[in-house]
């Protein structure tokens, strides 16, 4: 009931182009969906999140969009650049409790 | 404003040895977490404090891992022993969690403690 799901785990992508990361979720307790990104060496940090009564929310090149009746949610990267080239993780809250997917290694090729 | 700060950066031990991870969260930050994430898996919450109380432990493996965060501000992560599988990074976050929580209080990660158990 705590799992959050998703795919792929790793995708190469050609600079310019979109990259897209899919999430899916049980808990219908969860009631806060941020995306983080990792690089190497270094901690998560926040990137991007959704309230699930919004169906879509967009910050520069990055959007999220959330499915509430399908419990799916997933992130594009519009115009991705080499310098995006990290791991993103998904997740979802409930209370202040964070629960993390497995991961998507993002590779931008220049 | 500073980040979250924590030591060592590195480690490596032989299994059944012992280790203490050090962290010291942004300032103010009432709530602190431990995670533990596995190569190639997401973070995984061990532990997690409000101000210094516990608050969940539920997933962290009390027979060998204990922490504790003394008048509320830094914190200290422990295994004793430890096991082969207890290689991962060690990540320390804190949040601010303005009385009552939120789902929505960023959490913010410190850069981790490699432990390579051999």
């Known amino acids: 009931q705590q799992q959050v799901k998703q795919s792929p785990q790793s995708l190469i992508v050609q600079k310019g182009g979109i990259s897209i990361i899919n999430c899916a979720y049980e808990?219908?307790?969860?009631?806060?969906f941020p995306w983080y990104q990792q690089f190497p060496g270094k901690g998560p940090a926040l990137l991007i999140a959704i309230r699930p009564d919004v169906s879509e929310k967009k910050e520069g090149r990055f959007t999220i969009s959330f499915n509430k009746s399908a419990k799916q949610f997933s992130l594009h990267i519009m115009d991705s650049q080499p310098g995006d080239s990290a791991t993103y993780f998904c997740a979802a809250t409930s209370g202040s409790r964070l629960t993390f997917g497995e991961g998507t290694q993002l590779t931008v090729n220049p | 404003e500073a980040g979250v700060a924590q030591s060592p950066r590195y480690k490596i031990i032989e299994k059944r040895q012992s280790v203490a991870f050090w962290c010291n969260p942004i300032?103010?930050?009432?709530?602190l977490y431990w995670y533990q994430q596995i190569l190639g898996q997401g973070p995984k919450l061990l532990i997690q404090f409000q101000n210094n109380g516990v608050v969940d432990d539920s997933q962290l493996p009390k027979d060998r891992f204990s922490a504790e965060r003394l008048k509320g501000v830094d914190s200290t992560l422990k295994i004793q022993p430890a096991k082969l599988e207890d290689s991962a990074v060690y990540l320390c976050a804190s949040s601010l969690d303005r009385f009552p929580v939120t789902s929505t209080d960023t959490q913010y990660f410190g850069p981790g403690t490699r432990l390579t158990v051999l």
């Open positions: 300032s103010g930050h009432a709530t």
């Open positions: 808990n219908t307790a969860f009631d806060y």
